[in-house]
C-alpha cells in the first residue's frame, strides 16, 4: 500500500500560495512530509536554541480530519482511480 504513497516523494504541489515538494513518507499514520520551496527559517533545535537557516517543512496525515476522507493535498496529487484504491487501503 505504501508504495503507492512512496512513488509521490519528488512530486510538488502548490499549498497556500507556496511551492512545495514531498520529500519524505512516514509509513506510521501515514504522513506526509513536504517542504516548501520558500526563504529559509531559523530552525530551532530541542532546548528553543537557534540553530541554523533551513526550509519550512509540513507534515499532514494522509486522511481529513474526520478521518473518512483524503486529505486535500494528497487527493491533489492523485488520480480518481489511485485515490479510490489508496482510500480503500487506508480505511
Known amino acids: 500500500m505504501y508504495s503507492q504513497l512512496h512513488n ?3 512530486r510538488q504541489i502548490t499549498h497556500d500560495n ?3 515538494t514531498l520529500i519524505e513518507v512516514i509509513d506510521n499514520g501515514p504522513r506526509l512530509v513536504f517542504q516548501c520551496q520558500t526563504e529559509k527559517r531559523i530552525q530551532c533545535d530541542q532546548h528553543g ?4 537557516k533551513c ?4 507534515t499532514i496525515h494522509c486522511l481529513n480530519e474526520q478521518g473518512d476522507a ?4 494528497l487527493m491533489e496529487l492523485l488520480d480518481e482511480k ?3 484504491t489508496l482510500l480503500k487501503q487506508l480505511l
Do not use: D, F
Open 8 to 10: 509521490l516523494i519528488g
Open 18 to 20: 507556496q511551492l512545495c
Open 82 to 84: 489511485q485515490q479510490a
Open 49 to 52: 536554541n537557534a540553530n541554523r
Open 55 to 58: 526550509l519550512p517543512t509540513h
Open 70 to 73: 483524503l486529505h486535500p493535498v
